[in-house]
């Protein structure tokens, strides 16, 4: 079933799009020609670029007139993409998002809180739909003024948010700060999304919002969010809605396609099974992660993706040595008192590569004596060393320095000429 | 006993330390004394003051670090030799003092292991232990 959707969507990407056209002519394939799993390894990549070049509408695969949606990518990484749904398109996506929200445990008649912003961003929308497709009340709050979002919360008996991670914790604090008891609130469940959500930051809010946070995972070239969803007994995995979409993990150096039991970590290369607006074939995601066909606990049969914790384009290379932000979180966690709130500077203003950390300090670790406080200092740096091979500066800041983004928190910042 | 000490973590840049001051001044807190050191990359500025705890309340929450130490206090009258006879005190009681500073007019603030044990061991010595309720007294006199 999930393969006769990929052959026909194969066919509708090169009946339509003269992009895969020559794609396929280039290595002379034809859709005919994908009878197994292993003939779509014949099939060329697609990589953002492609969507980059063709901007704005060079890859749809049907009239514009059949274009009743447009969104954008965040352009965080370059110039940004735009991507077309049909009105196919858009309830394929609905029943994805809903999918994905049943696996977080929201059911039909949760009041579901948008703190993403609206606009070209799929988040927004997406989400939207899917809440109320589910037939949960949706409430549209969209991104901002953090005081009304608790007042909200508090008159209309939330149950659901979906925020960015940093974004829900920008709410915890600011809650807290005016006095609002997050544990006899009505909210009871976190649709995080939109960034990474390292472990330490989640059982953090969870702890100090008295709900279960789960993370969802998606992207805007294959669709937006609802890709995979965290079920409520897999917390450190994500559900694939395969009947959407069909992945394949690959070695990102030699581009080979990893055995499907391997459970290898590389990246996610994904293909849409049904998008008629912007047929995608086989997205290298850049999304490093492993995926296991294991049953889950929850009886879901889906394969499970392990939450993405970097991606091929966040590695840093300092000085020859190879370093991922989320090397650094893995430190943090091991650290008792140490912030999972974090900032990485990379230059190169003494003519060579330094890495700075600069560290939020949490108030169960601040005393007022500089011995202790720079001892601390010196253990962070230390485990740092240990782990990256790598010495790295380490500076204290003031809690609530890192800024908290309603989009995505960008806690990485190269600054090399 | 004593008096209270509150200790702010501050980063090195331009403005953090007036961001305090100004916190504290529209809690109607009067600054008793200070002092302010720094590594390179942080600080800690350290606070005497007649309310410690409208201070405190107001510090946290303009979201400010904190963190509350007791400190001994002893009367240091304007005249020559007041200092090296308080220093003459704590040496002949045995103390170690970890830093010190002095408060407005006539005191200087010292930071010691134990304060109750120090209190004990300078009560035989010719100098006036000073509490926080002193410090009250002398701002509201003023």
């Known amino acids: 079933m999930q393969f006769a959707r990929l052959q026909e969507q194969v066919a509708w990407a090169w009946e339509r799009v003269p992009f895969y056209r020559e794609r396929f002519a280039a290595v002379g394939l034809e859709p ?9 390894r014949h099939i060329p990549f697609t990589e953002k670029s492609a969507l980059r070049e063709h901007y704005p509408y060079g890859l749809f ?16 990484t370059g110039k940004p993409i735009v991507v077309g749904y049909t009105k196919e398109d858009i309830e394929e996506w609905r029943y994805c998002i809903m999918s994905m929200m049943q696996m977080a445990g929201v059911v039909p008649g949760d009041r579901v809180q948008m703190a993403f912003g609206y606009g070209m961003f799929t988040g927004g929308f997406g989400l939207h739909y899917g809440a109320e497709g589910l037939g949960c009340t949706m409430i549209p709050a969209g991104a901002g003024n953090t005081e009304r979002h608790i007042m909200m919360i508090e008159d209309y008996g939330t149950t659901a948010l979906i925020a960015t ?19 006899k609130s009505s909210l009871r469940v976190g649709l995080f999304g939109g960034e990474p959500c390292p472990p330490k930051l989640k059982a953090e809010i969870e702890s100090r919002m008295h709900i279960i946070c789960t993370d969802n995972y998606g992207l805007t070239e294959v669709m937006g969010p609802g890709v995979s969803g965290e079920c409520l007994s897999s917390r450190n995995h994500q559900h694939i809605v395969e009947d959407h979409f069909y992945w394949e993990v690959i070695d990102p150096d030699t581009l080979e396609v990893l055995p499907e039991d391997s459970e290898c970590e590389g990246e996610l290369v994904l293909t849409p099974l049904a998008k008629k607006g912007i047929p995608i074939l086989r997205y290298r995601t850049r999304d490093l992660t492993s995926v296991t066909c294991a049953p889950c606990a929850c009886g879901r049969t889906t394969a499970r993706m392990e939450k993405v914790r970097h991606r091929t384009d966040d590695m840093l290379i300092i000085r020859g040595t190879n370093v991922y932000p989320s090397q650094v979180e893995d430190v943090l966690s091991t650290i008792p008192g140490a912030s999972p709130h974090y900032r990485l500077v990379v230059d190169n203003e003494t003519g060579l590569d330094r890495l700075t950390l ?9 005393t007022d004596s500089f011995a202790e406080m720079e001892g601390f200092r010196r253990l962070v740096a230390d485990k740092l060393r240990g782990v990256l091979q790598l010495g790295v500066e380490v500076r204290l800041v003031e809690p609530g320095s890192s800024e908290r983004f309603m989009g995505k928190a960008k806690r990485v910042e190269d600054r090399r000429g | 006993m004593g008096v209270t000490q509150i200790g702010v973590f501050l980063e090195n840049q331009p403005g953090h330390v007036s961001r305090l001051t100004d916190v504290l001044e529209k809690a109607g807190v009067s600054i008793r004394g200070f002092s302010l050191a720094d590594t390179t990359d942080f600080g800690i500025a350290r606070f005497v003051v007649d309310k410690p705890a409208e201070a405190l309340e107001a510090l946290r929450a303009a979201g400010a670090l904190t963190a509350v130490t007791e400190l001994l206090c002893i009367e240091l009258p304007d005249e020559p030799g007041a200092l090296d006879h308080v220093f003459s005190a704590v040496a002949n009681a045995g103390l170690n003092v970890e830093y010190a500073y002095s408060l407005v007019s006539t005191y200087v603030a010292l930071k010691v292991g134990d304060i109750q044990q120090a209190q004990a061991l300078l009560a035989g010595q ?9 410090l009250l007294n002398s701002h509201t006199r003023g």
Do not use: N
Not at chain 1, 32 to 40: A, N
Not at chain 1, 165 to 182: F, N, Q, T
């Open chain 1, 32 to 40: 005919g020609d994908i009878k197994t799993r292993e003939d779509v």
């Open chain 2, 126 to 134: 010719p100098i006036r232990l000073i509490e926080q309720d002193d």
């Open chain 1, 358 to 366: 600069m560290l939020e300090v949490q108030p169960q670790v601040f």
């Open chain 1, 61 to 76: 695969a049907v009239p514009l007139s059949q274009i009743v949606r447009l969104h954008a990518s965040s352009g965080t």
């Open chain 1, 165 to 183: 991670p940093s974004y829900a914790l920008h709410i915890c604090e600011v809650g807290e700060r005016i006095g609002y008891d997050w544990e």
